[in-house]
């Protein structure tokens, strides 16, 4: 076992194994997404309190939770590289950290729409998830900041590894930081945690978050691929890819 | 008492850039390892991966036979470093920075006043440092190896900034340092006149 | 020579050795002390003129704005806390030292919250006064801003190792700082307001403090390691 993972972590075995790969994400992955949609929009019975605008959960909950996977990717990436020195898990936390950055953007601005008809305005502090969202995306953008101030690549692999690290100690934190926060306002929350999601809501939901999950995965592994051709692009093994006009 | 540096198939890169690649050494004490090559050719890089401040792509340096991977204080207690930069807080006054390394090297049984004597130092030592010259503060790098009493002292082109009666004072430390059993790796642009073994080690 | 069973210098050795040679350095150029003090009030009084002096409105927010100036002036003394040694090469031998890293750099962070954070505690009670602050909420806040500045120092250490001599290294570290530092000022502002409520604060002060021992017990390690990749 330990001689398949020695091998996964070659940079050209993963390129090649990737290249397979991807399709077996994202075929799913789409389908997935295109009957949650369609479940979600059509077949999934209105909201009492809420009426047409809860649907939007279909979107906001598969992105938020994978704002908060892509963080964890990253940090476990990180971790590898800083400890084992593998460079490939340094692409992927690197490959990760844009990609988390446009699910979290993506959960903020779902959830500022989910928000609106309730509250009113566009935005509301008192809510514990978003204001959370929030600083994970200023977590996001540290970490990406860092990286491009550092001109040499291993070194802002291995900077930012240490924040990514020191940041998945903080995220729980945080999160139960604003938890509190707003525990002391009872101010208006997005998800009532005593509301019964009915069945023909939940399926929607299950099939979107897996379909989203399949896609991150896709768009993970190109963003990983191409950050492997841009570290290895001195190697022979680059060249031989580019001269025979494969690879995609 | 002996020891000894061994250096197995060190290599490093800079980025994209191979600096060295498989390079190995075995130093003894007594012995001087002098690094040759023009500027850019590896030889700071290479003292500051023996030095601990580099991180090689792949080889082992041992010290007295154990890795210094697996046993990094040992070795950092047993060695000094001087590099370009003299390292003082220019704030603090000359005797403060003694008093700080000092403190950070219990075990040294080296006498303050007699290092400053020797080094001429000692008009100097109540002024800030940032108000020495750079040949002064050179010199003071030099007290900082003779306190520090261990036995490799790793020095980055130690005689540039120094006038000829500096250049003279620090070959005679060298000198003598070897003459005890120490051991130098030294990085210079010239080859050196000095009455011991001399290892070169030589980097495009 | 060196004998063979040498003595390593330990922890608690290259702990006091970087206390003491940062406080003389502090006692060298006390502006180091007195120009985040003098941020830190200046921040507290922008409130009343761009707000308005209304005794009630600034007692309500007194506690916010005066963590929030806390926050802003301890990131300020932060940027230069690395800067200095990287510059003239005494890093570089800090991390040649025998000393353990993790030791010298949580001596940093200590030496940083002696010249700066305990300064702020000592001075708050002055600028809560004129935000009409009750006696027993200038205790908490002072508490409060006693466990912060700890956390704070520690925390801020590693941004300031991982930022020390890049481009724009200021912004970047306020950037990495302040996203990790909410749960610092949510909890010590929050726990001094809820005075005012009348509400327990024994919850806060734990929080406080557990964070405190937490950050206490990573921070220097992730400092040092820090600090060895920004020197490379």
Redesign the interface.
């Known amino acids: 076992m330990w001689k398949y993972l020695h091998k996964l972590a070659s940079p050209p075995h993963f390129y090649r194994l990737s290249e397979r790969m991807i399709p077996w994400f994202a075929m799913p992955g789409l389908i997935l997404i295109a009957y949650g949609t369609y479940a979600g929009l059509f077949v999934a019975s209105i909201d009492d309190q809420q009426g047409e605008a809860f649907r939007i959960i279909y979107v906001h909950v598969p992105a938020a939770y994978l704002s908060m996977m892509a963080y964890m990717i990253m940090a476990f990436g990180a971790g590898v590289g ?1 400890i084992w020195r593998m460079k490939l898990a340094h692409a992927v936390a690197a490959g990760a950290a844009p990609l988390g950055a446009w699910f979290t953007f993506l959960a903020l601005a779902t959830g500022s729409i989910w928000g609106r008809p309730m509250w009113g305005t566009w935005w509301e502090w008192g809510d514990p998830r978003l204001t959370s969202e929030l ?1 994970l995306l ?2 996001y ?2 970490y990406m ?2 990286r491009n ?2 001109d ?1 690549i291993t ?1 802002a692999d ?2 930012s590894a ?2 990514a ?3 998945a ?2 995220v729980p ?2 999160h ?3 938890e ?2 707003n525990s ?1 306002h009872q101010g208006p929350t997005i998800i009532s945690e005593s509301a019964e999601i009915g069945a023909d809501k939940l399926y929607p939901l299950l099939a979107m978050i897996a379909g989203f999950t399949l896609v991150f995965g896709a768009l993970l592994l190109r963003r990983v691929r191409t950050e492997v051709l841009y570290r290895e692009r001195r190697k022979r093994w680059v060249r031989d890819i580019i001269l025979s006009g494969r690879g995609r | ?1 002996s020891a000894q540096l061994t250096a197995d198939a060190l290599t490093l890169f800079r980025g994209d850039r191979c600096l060295f690649k498989g390079l190995s050494f075995a130093l003894n004490s007594g012995e001087l390892l002098l690094l040759r090559g023009s500027n850019g050719s590896g030889k700071t890089s290479l003292l500051r991966a023996i ?5 090689l792509e792949s080889g082992t340096v041992y010290w007295n036979e154990v890795a210094v991977r697996k046993e990094p ?2 070795f ?4 000094v ?1 001087m ?10 006054t000359l005797i ?1 920075n003694l008093h ?2 000092a ?5 040294s049984n080296q006498e303050l006043d007699e290092v400053l004597n020797r080094l001429g130092l000692n008009r100097l030592k109540r002024l800030p440092m940032r108000s020495l010259s750079a040949g002064q503060r050179r010199r003071v790098a030099l007290a900082r190896m003779l306190l520090a ?3 490799l002292w790793i020095m980055d082109e130690p005689v540039s900034n120094l006038d000829s009666e500096g250049r003279v004072l620090a070959m005679e430390l060298v000198g003598e340092h070897l003459a ?3 051991m130098v790796i030294m990085a210079a642009h010239q080859d050196v006149d000095i009455d011991a073994t001399v290892q070169t080690i030589q980097l495009q | ?4 069973d ?4 330990g922890v608690v ?2 702990l ?2 970087i206390v ?2 940062d406080l ?2 502090v006692w ?2 006390p502006g180091d002390v007195l120009n985040p003090l003098f941020f830190f009030a200046m921040v507290a009084t922008l409130f009343p003129l761009a707000v308005g002096p209304s005794g009630e409105q600034l007692q309500f927010i007194g506690p916010g704005v005066l963590w929030v100036a806390a926050l802003l002036a301890t990131l300020l003394s932060l940027n230069s806390l690395f800067l ?1 040694d990287y510059e ?3 890093l ?2 800090m ?6 890293l993790s030791a010298l750099a949580l001596g940093k962070s200590a030496a940083h919250w002696l010249a700066n954070g305990l300064p702020l505690v000592i001075v708050s009670p002055l600028i809560a006064v004129t935000y009409q602050m009750s006696f027993f909420a200038i205790v908490v806040l002072m508490v409060t801003l006693l466990l912060g500045t700890i956390s704070l120092s520690l925390l801020g250490s ?1 941004g300031a190792a ?2 020390v001599g ?4 200021t912004a ?1 570290l306020s ?2 700082v ?3 530092a ?2 610092v000022l ?2 010590g502002a ?1 726990t001094v307001s ?1 005075v005012a409520a009348g ?1 327990g604060i024994a ?1 806060g002060l734990y ?1 406080l403090g557990a ?1 405190a021992v ?1 950050i206490l017990s ?1 921070g220097p390690f ?1 400092t040092a ?2 600090l060895r ?4």
Do not use: C
């Open positions: 800083l600083l200023f977590l953008f540290g900041a860092l101030a550092i040499d070194k291995r900077a240490v924040l690290l020191v940041g100690v903080n934190i945080i139960f930081s604003v509190w926060w002391l | 008492m030095a601990g401040l580099l991180e204080q040992i950092q207690n047993s060695l470093w590099s370009h930069q003299p390292g003082f807080k220019g704030d603090l403060e700080y390394e403190s950070l090297r219990p075990q009493d261990a036995e005890a059993d120490g | 020579m060196t004998d063979q040498q003595q390593l210098p050795t290259g006091v050795a003491r040679r003389l350095l060298k150029r200095s003239d090469g005494s570089e031998q991390l040649v030292s025998s000393v353990p590693i991982l930022t890049l481009h724009r290294g970047l950037l990495l302040l996203p990790l909410m749960p949510i909890f929050r809820l509400d919850g929080f964070y937490m990573i992730a390691a820090a990749i920004s020197n490379e």
